[in-house]
């Protein structure tokens, strides 16, 4: 079972996979909890499914375009999600996002951010 993550906007989105079929799907208005929510999010979808992490073979991301903040955010957690676990990473786009997952894996996803981050200076 493949576990997909998108955290390009505010509502953030998980599905998960089980070859050619989505067997679950959650969507929740993360926006700045994002970091505090979704791994709870992604426990509560398996669990509300009967999967426990262990059953996830493994972990497509929707790499990008999309918000800095979010992105690095969701793609950290794929990233070590799938490390821990031992498992693919699946680099998902606006063309892949909600389609069974065929792209190649990889070992880790990058995140293609479409534009230069807007980093402002601290304030004085």
């Not at 794929?78 to 070992?107: C, F, H, R």
Request: aromatic residues 6%.
């Amino acid at each position: 079972m493949i576990l997909a993550i998108r955290t390009d906007k505010p509502e953030a989105e998980l599905a998960l996979w089980d070859g050619e079929t989505q067997i679950g799907q959650h969507t929740w208005h993360a926006h700045r909890q994002l970091a505090e929510t979704l791994t709870m999010e992604i426990e509560e979808l398996l669990a509300k499914h009967q999967y426990e992490l262990s059953d996830i073979t493994g972990v497509a991301v929707y790499q990008g375009p999309g918000s800095f903040t979010g992105l690095r955010i969701g793609i950290s957690v794929a990233n070590a999600l799938a490390s821990g676990l031992n498992v693919a990473t699946y680099p998902l786009d606006e063309q892949t996002w909600g389609k069974p997952i065929t792209v190649p894996s990889q070992q880790i996803v990058l995140p293609e951010y479409g534009n230069e981050p807007h980093i402002t200076a601290p304030r004085k």
